[in-house]
C-alpha cells in the first residue's frame, strides 16, 4: 500500500526550514556540525536499514514564498519504504541543510508533514515540502520513527544537492 501527502504549492507548508512552532530552526556553525553517523545519536537510537528513504525529485520553485536572507526555495519529493518486517510510526525528522559558506541550517520536528504514518511491511509514505536557501546548499538528515515495540529507530535521508539554475535561465 502506498500512503501520500501532498502540499499544494505554493501555499508554504509547515515543514522543511520554513518557521512553524513545531519545527524549530536554528543556524550552526561547521565546527558543531550534527551529523547522524555520529556515535552518540547511534546510541540513543539505531538506524533500521529495511526502512530506506528516496529523494524522488528536487525542483527550483523561485514562485514560492522565501525571507530575504534565504530567497531561494526548493520544492523536494521524497519517499519512505518500510522494507522491513517490522510496522513502524514516523514520528518526527531533523534535517540539516549546509549552504556553500558552510553555514548549517537545522530543522526538526514532530511528525512529516502535520502527519504521524504508520508504515506495515511493504508499505510506503510519499510527501513533497520545501526548503529555503540563500545560496547552492547540500540537504541530508533523518526520519524518526517507533516500532510496534515502542523501538525508537531512524532512517536516513540521503543528502541531495539544492543548486541554483545558472543566470539567464
Known amino acids: 500500500m502506498h ?17 512553524c512552532s513545531h519545527a524549530p530552526i536554528r543556524s550552526e556553525s561547521e565546527e558543531s556540525s550534527p551529523t547522524f553517523t555520529s556515535r552518540s545519536f547511534q546510541d540513543m537510537i539505531r538506524e533500521l536499514p529495511e526502512l530506506r528513504v528516496t529523494v524522488d525529485r528536487v525542483l527550483f520553485a523561485p514562485h514560492l514564498e522565501a525571507p530575504p536572507e534565504r530567497p531561494y526555495p526548493f520544492v523536494y519529493f521524497i519517499t519512505i519504504h518500510n522494507d522491513s518486517d517490522q510496522t513502524v510510526t514516523l514520528r518526527g525528522r531533523k534535517w540539516v541543510v549546509t549552504d556553500s559558506q558552510n553555514q548549517n541550517v537545522v530543522v526538526e520536528g514532530e511528525g512529516i508533514v502535520g502527519k504521524f504514518p504508520t508504515l506495515h511491511p511493504g508499505e510506503t509514505f510519499s510527501y513533497n515540502s520545501y526548503h529555503v536557501t540563500a545560496s547552492d546548499s547540500l540537504a541530508q538528515g533523518a526520519f524518526l520513527a517507533l516500532t510496534e515495540d515502542n523501538v525508537a529507530v531512524f532512517a536516513k535521508i540521503p543528502p541531495f544537492a539544492l543548486v541554483l539554475p545558472a543566470s539567464g535561465t
Open 3 to 19: 500512503l501520500q501527502a501532498t502540499h499544494s504549492l505554493p501555499s508554504p507548508p509547515c515543514t522543511g526550514d520554513t518557521a
